[in-house]
């Protein structure tokens, strides 16, 4: 990646493996949690270097996602940005509300967080 990064996640393996190397915000809290952090960001000026719904898992099935934001701050908006996080924030309520998400054992859990650490780290490349 060419510009400095910001990472929101609330995956233990995405803090664990990015935040020597990377500014990490770790959210202890669910996706949607994550996804309100990564709005107020946008708010002041950062851009979604990811897409938040990337993957063909839908949202109600994994609870982690990671999150990559500009780092630096402009001066506008990114209305792109605002348009994606808001459309993923309702896409997965629309999910939860619908469908529950499973009460996954440890080690597909574990297997969730290597999914999104994977995902997030082909876009870091």
Do not use: A, C
């Not at 908006?77 to 997965?92: A, G, H």
Request: hydrophobic share 35%.
């Amino acid at each position: 990646m060419i510009e400095p990064v910001l990472i929101v996640t609330n995956n233990p393996l995405s803090k664990e493996k990015y935040q020597e190397k990377y500014e990490v915000q770790y959210i202890n809290g669910n996706v949607l949690e994550v996804y309100k952090v990564v709005r107020d960001y946008l708010h002041i000026g950062h851009r979604l270097l990811t897409h938040p719904l990337m993957s063909s898992i839908k949202p109600n099935e994994t609870p982690y996602r990671t999150v990559i934001l500009s780092k630096n701050r402009d001066n506008n908006i990114d209305m792109n940005s605002i348009i994606l996080i808001e459309n993923s924030i309702m896409t997965t309520k629309k999910f939860l509300k619908d469908f529950n998400t499973p009460n996954w054992s440890d080690k597909i859990l574990l297997d969730f967080q290597l999914i999104d650490y994977d995902l997030t780290s082909h876009g870091l490349d």
